[in-house]
């Protein structure tokens, strides 16, 4: 498990040093301390869509990371986690992603 965090960051921008250091982290292949990336909400990631989309479906996708909204429970390995059991998990946590 690892923790990547851009608090106070915008996410209009990619280039933020823990979305950097956590993409740097996936071509790592089986050396990634991670296959899963959990977000309270894909916002998070970036605020314009075209950028979550190649974040979520190019990047993490051909590293087999799997991306989880906290938020709404989708994740791109099942249609729907149930975001009941994940949201009080997740307030728990010291760390966000």
């Known amino acids: 498990m690892a923790e ?3 608090a106070a960051e915008s996410g209009a921008s ?3 040093a823990g979305l950097r250091q956590l993409l740097a982290e996936t ?3 089986k ?4 296959r899963a990336v959990l977000v309270d909400d894909l916002s998070r990631l970036s ?3 075209g ?3 190649t974040l979520v479906f190019s990047d ?3 590293a087999a990371i799997a991306v989880i909204d906290v938020s709404t429970g989708m994740s791109t390995t099942t249609a ?3 975001s009941s059991v994940l949201r009080p998990w997740w307030q728990s946590c010291t760390w966000r992603v």
Not at 31 to 34: G, Y
């Open 60 to 62: 993490l996708r051909m």
């Open 31 to 34: 050396r990634c301390p991670f």
């Open 80 to 82: 729907l986690v149930s």
């Open 47 to 49: 605020r314009d869509l």
């Open 14 to 16: 990619l280039d933020r």
């Open 4 to 6: 990547y965090g851009d």
């Open 51 to 53: 950028n979550t989309h």
């Open 27 to 29: 071509h790592k292949g």
